[in-house]
């Protein structure tokens, strides 16, 4: 099992950084990984700090998730002798960072600036590889920071598809319930358990999570932490990801312009809670409640899209036993599509 071993979440923690670092006996050679945007509004501020403290950071910028990128920042990281790298921004530049960090076998900081899904804590990046998406296996960051002051100024609809993300834990249990019975794949109770009841706390209380209040991304980053922490108890995906992640890769392959991740795995978990007979109206209500789309021109995508990534999704990842089993038939897809109301 893989846990960051400090994981600090409230308002102004950025500056706890230093501490961290002390603690985890990380000091000279921080290799600070940041976006365009989030240099400014994070990146810079995470430099001064380890500055002040004489810890010598080197700073870079990443464009993309990219393997090129990747590259780059290992050969940056190499060159400046770097001990370790913390990755500062909303997603891309923590995927880039975690991926560089695990091929240089150095230890990893995750410090977001947003709070749109769980790979701000978890054992996967997405990497884009000639001119796919790829999720891949890395090691799970030594330390999370999650200054929620930061965090409330990023985009409403940043935290509400991170909500979406957290949701979509419920189908991805019933996923992996089934194919324990099924296919009798290990499975995990204590993963389950903390999956469901993550889902379950913000499912309680959506009229919680509003715009620019830091006791809403309070909420969401901890439940973020604790998917986390769910899926590196089961050793895999399995408890944050089934059938309604691979409607959503199914999405970013078919639609030229697909929404947010998250923002598409709610939308993917209301139509696999249909399909496991399970309770589908509660999670359209909960996401209308957040603020999150419920529908295919909320996602500002064309409902043909839909239909053609319900009937690929179960070819994205075969090995992986789902709802969606052998794949849906065109008539089963506009069904659950049209009756939940996704496409009209
Ligand atoms: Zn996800």
Known sequence: MQLPRDVVVGPDVIYDLKDVCNDLKLK??????????????AGDVVHDI???????????????????????????ANEANSRYLIGVGSGKSIDVAKLAATQLDLPFISVPTAASHDGIVSSR???HDKGKKASIEVNAPMAVVADTSIIAKAPYRLLAAGCGDIISNYTAVLDWELAHRLRNEPFSEYAATLSRMTAQILMDCPEDIKPELESSVRIVVKALVSSGVAMSIAGSSRPAS????????????????????????????????????????????????IGAPTTASELGIKDSYILEALLVAHKIRPERYTILGAGLTPEAAEKVARLTKVIS
Request: aromatic fraction near 6%; include cysteine; glycine fraction near 10%.
């Open 242 to 289: 089934g059938s309604e992640h691979m409607f959503s890769h199914a999405l970013d392959m078919v639609a030229p312009n697909s929404a947010l991740h998250g923002e598409q795995c709610g939308v993917g978990t209301i139509m696999m809670m249909y399909l496991h007979g399970g309770d589908w109206k509660k999670i359209k209500e909960c996401l209308e409640i």
């Open 50 to 76: 380890l500055n002040e403290c004489g810890y010598n950071p080197v700073i870079a910028s990443s464009k993309e998730a990219s393997m090129t990128e990747v590259n780059k920042i290992v050969e940056l």
């Open 28 to 41: 000279e050679g921080a290799f600070i990984v940041t976006g365009h945007h989030t240099k400014k509004i």
């Open 125 to 127: 990046a997405s990497i």
